[in-house]
Structures are given as C-alpha cells and as structure tokens.
C-alpha cells in the first residue's frame, strides 16, 4: 500500500493526518480510531500497551511504510516498550520540543490522565529545557466532549474553567494540549486561558518529524499514484464520519474494521 499509517483512540488523531497532508501532500495515509476501546486515558499501562500493539499490527497488515501513534497516552506508555519493522513516531517529543521553544519558563501541560501520571511531557520538556517550571492538569472529559461533537459549548466552557484554574493560578504562560483531540476545543481553551497563554498543538511539529524521517530514510512517495486517505474505526461509524469531515474539510472513504 506504500501509506503512511497513523492510529488513535478516537477521532483527535485527525488533527495530526491533517498537518501530515498539509506537509506531505504527496503521500497517502491509513488511519485507524480505535472506537471501540475509546478512551485509552483511563486505562491501564498494561491494557494500552496491548491496544497498541494490536493496532500496530493490524496497519503492518495493511502495508503501510511507517507508523504515526497519534495518540498522546500511548505515545507515553506504550512506545517506549514496543518496536515497528518500519519507522515509528509519537507525538510528545515533538510537542515538547515546541512547547519548550515557545515558553518563557512555566509550561502548562493538559492531557489524559494517563499521559499525566506517566510523566511523559515533563520528562521530554526538561530533556530540552531542564530549568522549566511544569504543571500538569488531567481533563478526562475533554476526550469525550470532542467525540460528542460538543465543541464550542457552554459545557464544555464551564468544565474548561475548572481545569484550567490551577495552571492559570500558577502563572503558566505556555500550555501543551497533550492529546490530540484537544485542539478541537482550542477554542474554547484559548478563550479561558487568556490572550497571555500560548497554546501548543503539536500536530505540525509531529508532521514536520514525520516529513524528515522518511526523507532521511528515502521513504518518501515518488507521486507516481494519486494520494489516498483511508479512515478505518472500529465502531461508531456515522459519528466518526460527521467529526472527520469537519476536522479534514471534506469526505474520506471510510471502513469498520475489527482489530483483534
């Protein structure tokens, strides 16, 4: 198939097959929303670590040239147990990397539970800046607003608030959305966390690792073949699709797949 294959919990990791076509239009793209078992920031390390696996192998069965985890809670448990027989990226380091460039020293770190309690961010941020001063936040219903669509709401405003009132208290001028249907609520966390807070959506730097390394590795598509974007979940299809057309500005074949 010669795709790049990217996987997520759900519908966020979208956002990051968005920059990915934005950087490399020339390549085409396998996606798998792992539906059925959203969300993965409430799970186990243990439970996580076989998802990913399994959804690795079933993208490996498809073809693909290289792997995206476009998942932030198993880019922080999973990637560092597992190896790929192609190329295999997370999202945090580049996040991170980006975060810790755009901060003038309090980084704020919004994420899934799990990513939260793994430490991940804070380990990648203080590889890069060891002298940040970092404060982490769980919001585990964010996850679940994005897939209900709720994303400019009153609800989710309010719910917002009480997240973010600990970060904001301790002055942190720069905040990591650490999940990848986070920026779908940029938004609203823009408007809460004020003008002075810089948001960090690490889809473009992830796109922008994810173009250098298939250059240095001489992966990238010779554009013989129209590109593709193929979207695999494995339940929810309709409210899948609505998401991922607002999220990508158009249609994309999609498939219900089982992934056992």
Not at 19 to 35: F, K, N, V
Not at 173 to 188: I, M, N, Q, R, S
Request: glycine share 10%; proline share 5%; with cysteine.
């Amino acid at each position: 198939m010669d795709a790049i294959g990217v996987f997520d919990s759900g519908v966020g990791g979208l956002t990051v097959v968005s920059a990915l076509r934005h950087q490399l239009p020339q390549e085409s793209i396998l996606y798998l929303g792992d539906t059925a078992r959203l969300p993965y920031g409430s799970k186990s390390a243990a439970t996580v670590i076989r998802y990913t696996r399994r959804n690795i192998d079933f993208l490996l069965g498809r073809g693909v040239k290289a792997i995206v985890v476009a998942c932030n809670t198993a880019s922080a448990l999973a990637l560092p147990e597992l190896t790929a027989e192609v190329p295999l990226w997370g999202v945090i380091e580049p996040g991170a990397r980006q975060a810790a460039a755009a901060s003038h020293g309090r980084v704020g770190v919004i994420a899934t539970a799990a990513t939260v309690g793994s430490g991940a961010y804070a380990d990648a941020l203080r590889r890069v800046r060891a002298e940040l001063e970092i404060h982490s936040q769980a919001c585990p219903l964010f996850v679940p607003l994005v897939e209900e669509g709720w994303h400019d709401d009153a609800v989710t405003e309010a719910i917002a608030v009480r997240y973010l009132a600990p970060l904001l208290a301790a002055g942190v001028d720069t905040l990591v959305l650490g999940c990848t249907h986070y920026p779908l609520l940029a938004p609203v966390i823009q408007r809460v966390a004020g003008p002075q807070v810089t948001l960090v959506d690490s889809a473009e730097a992830v796109a922008a690792t994810v173009a250098k390394g298939l250059r240095e590795r001489g992966l990238e598509s010779s554009g013989g073949q129209p590109p593709t974007v193929k979207l695999c979940v494995t339940d929810g299809a309709a409210s899948f699709q609505r998401l991922a057309t607002t999220i990508l500005g158009e249609g994309a074949a999609l498939e219900w797949v089982e992934v056992v």
